[in-house]
């Protein structure tokens, strides 16, 4: 069985503190409205969920990693652990909202299905997650430093970076019409560098390695990326792609 990602909060918060400010966009898309009710799925440390609170909605976070969901809390978040391939609701959401998260989940359509479950009839699904081309260097440096090492990089990767016609498929078959999904190149500065990116977020291609080998691993990767991802003063940015979309349900439930 594939091991898990773990969620450091504090790596995270230093690393990529970038991802909620960027998330403002699908923010903006979802256009919470005073009075809703509100899940954002992947609160992570809860930075975006806060802000739906603060529009007057009635928010609900939720996370698979208890680190982020005791984060969460600590904004006066109402957040609960729970996978989002196994979202426990009914009926109950106005919207769902998603930042960052869902390309995380291997199980896409148990992802949509959940959310689809949990909103009332004419509830909207917002979100953002890595598409197709998402760190496509990165996917393609990790994958060689692997597999010189005999490793199956395609086995480990942990990431699902669907295209547009894949991902609207999806909504449509869970009952969903879909407004909008789109692809959107979004080169991105990385405040400590693609190391601690790599480090926050790549820990599962290295766990695949004898623990003697990780660190030489990690400095090869490093070494093919700067090719194309470090600038003359010694930057980085990272190639992320983003695949935005927003979906509804009918405003009445289809007959079965
Ligand atoms: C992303 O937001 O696209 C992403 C974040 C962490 C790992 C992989 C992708």
Same mark, same amino acid.
């Given at each position: 069985?594939?091991?898990?990602?773990?969620?450091?909060?504090?790596?995270?918060?230093?690393? &990529?503190?970038?991802?909620?400010?960027?998330?403002?966009?699908?923010?903006?898309?979802?256009?919470?409205?005073?009075?809703?009710?509100?899940?954002?799925?992947?609160?992570?440390?809860?930075?975006?969920?806060?802000?739906?609170?603060?529009?007057?909605?009635?928010?609900?976070?939720?996370?698979?990693?208890?680190?982020?969901?005791?984060?969460?809390?600590?904004?006066?978040?109402?957040?609960?652990?729970?996978?989002? &391939?196994?979202?426990?609701?009914?009926?109950?959401?106005?919207?769902?909202?998603?930042?960052?998260?869902?390309?995380?989940?291997?199980?896409?359509?148990?992802?949509? =299905?959940?959310?689809?479950?949990?909103?009332?009839? $004419?509830?909207?699904?917002?979100?953002?997650?890595?598409?197709? /081309?998402?760190?496509?260097?990165?996917?393609?440096?990790?994958? =060689?430093?692997?597999?010189?090492?005999?490793?199956?990089?395609?086995?480990?990767?942990?990431?699902?970076?669907?295209?547009?016609?894949?991902?609207?498929?999806?909504?449509?078959?869970? $009952?969903?019409?879909?407004?909008?999904?789109?692809?959107?190149?979004?080169?991105?500065?990385?405040?400590?560098?693609?190391?601690?990116?790599?480090?926050?977020?790549?820990?599962?291609?290295?766990? &695949?390695?004898?623990?003697?080998?990780?660190?030489?691993?990690?400095?090869?990767?490093?070494?093919?990326?700067?090719?194309?991802?470090?600038?003359?003063? /010694?930057?980085?940015?990272?190639?992320?792609?983003?695949?935005?979309?927003?979906?509804?349900?009918?405003?009445?439930?289809?007959?079965?």
């Amino acid at each position: 069985m594939m091991s898990e990602q773990s969620w450091n909060v504090r790596g995270y918060q230093a690393n &990529a503190g970038f991802v909620p400010a960027l998330g403002r966009p699908v923010l903006a898309l979802l256009a919470p409205r005073p009075g809703e009710r509100i899940l954002d799925l992947g609160c992570g440390d809860g930075a975006l969920t806060r802000e739906i609170v603060e529009a007057g909605c009635d928010a609900v976070g939720v996370d698979r990693s208890q680190a982020m969901v005791a984060a969460a809390r600590g904004r006066g978040v109402d957040a609960r652990a729970m996978d989002a &391939a196994a979202l426990a609701f009914e009926a109950e959401f106005d919207a769902v909202f998603s930042n960052a998260v869902l390309h995380w989940v291997a199980d896409a359509d148990a992802a949509i =299905a959940g959310v689809a479950r949990a909103l009332k009839p $004419g509830g909207r699904f917002v979100g953002e997650l890595g598409g197709h /081309g998402n760190m496509a260097a990165v996917v393609t440096a990790l994958a =060689a430093v692997l597999e010189k090492r005999g490793v199956d990089a395609a086995a480990v990767n942990p990431w699902f970076y669907p295209t547009p016609g894949d991902y609207r498929g999806r909504l449509e078959a869970a $009952g969903f019409s879909v407004d909008s999904i789109d692809l959107i190149p979004r080169p991105t500065p990385l405040p400590t560098g693609m190391k601690g990116w790599l480090e926050t977020f790549a820990g599962l291609f290295y766990a &695949a390695l004898p623990e003697s080998e990780r660190e030489a691993a990690r400095d090869e990767t490093l070494d093919l990326l700067r090719h194309g991802l470090r600038d003359g003063e /010694g930057d980085w940015t990272a190639d992320y792609v983003r695949l935005r979309f927003a979906a509804r349900l009918p405003d009445r439930p289809s007959p079965r």
